[in-house]
């Protein structure tokens, strides 16, 4: 199983500053990541795929960026909205999809 | 507007089973591989299996921890997909989202539907 190590488990920024959130693989996956955000009571939602490619809704300060192991989601200019889950997911090895546990996006 | 609707969570002793749907609207569900993924309470995500569409033989894909418990269909005539859960354990409880899976990445997510499983 390929397994994804996020980090940091919790970031805390300041409201227009940038948040980097790294996610780790185990082995690589090529550029085959996409990223979630999650809020409270909501389900996921696609933020990035093919590691850097945006899903529709997400504005360009968010950026994606990697491949094979190492992998950045980067938000600049940080908005009370942005205040989230946010997950990686690898889809190179099938069936079996993996989730890295998580980082909590806190906004101060 | 195309959104996925679950139902059919609830609560549900240890042992016992429970089908969950999620219904598509806006869209055909056949053209697209839908997943099944869970969320335990105050956890991360685990992906549970995986239907792929037609033109894809059709082929079902489950997880380690549910094979041979549960049974991914889908009714393209209802443009709905099925979960049927059997011998269900304590540590199925989670919301099971039904989401849609094009080209592997995860797009639509419906809202989720509570499973609770406990005496």
């Known amino acids: 199983e390929t397994v994804l190590t996020q980090t940091p488990a919790t970031l805390s920024v300041s409201l227009g500053e940038r948040a980097t959130l790294s996610c780790r693989a185990s082995?690589?996956?090529?550029?085959?990541l996409a990223w979630y955000q999650q809020k409270p009571g909501q389900a996921p939602r696609l933020v990035f795929y093919?590691?850097?490619t945006r899903a529709t809704d997400f504005p360009a300060r968010f950026r994606g960026s990697g491949s094979g192991t190492e992998f950045t989601l980067t938000i600049t200019s940080l908005q009370p909205e942005d205040s989230a889950v946010y997950y990686c997911?690898?889809?190179?090895?099938?069936?079996?999809?993996?989730f890295g546990q998580g980082t909590k996006l806190e906004i101060k | 507007e195309e959104h996925l609707v679950e139902s059919g969570g609830g609560l549900v002793q240890p042992g016992g089973s429970l089908r969950l749907s999620c219904a598509a609207s806006?869209?055909?569900?056949?053209?697209?591989?839908m997943d099944w993924v869970r969320q335990a309470p105050g956890k991360g995500l685990e992906w549970v299996g995986r239907?792929?569409?037609?033109?894809?033989?059709?082929?079902?894909e489950y997880a380690a921890s549910v094979k041979g418990r549960f049974t991914i269909s889908r009714d393209d005539s209802k443009n709905s997909l099925y979960l049927q859960m059997n011998s269900l354990k304590i540590e199925d409880t989670a919301v099971y989202y039904c989401?849609?899976?094009?080209?592997?990445?995860?797009?639509?997510w419906g809202q989720g539907t509570m499973v609770t499983v406990s005496s």
């Open positions: 093919g590691a850097g």
């Open positions: 082995r690589s996956v090529r550029s085959n």
């Open positions: 806006g869209f055909n569900l056949s053209d697209h591989y």
């Open positions: 989401v849609t899976n094009d080209y592997g990445a995860l797009e639509m």
């Open positions: 239907t792929r569409n037609r033109t894809n033989s059709d082929l079902i």
């Open positions: 997911q690898q889809y190179d090895y099938w069936p079996t999809y993996t």
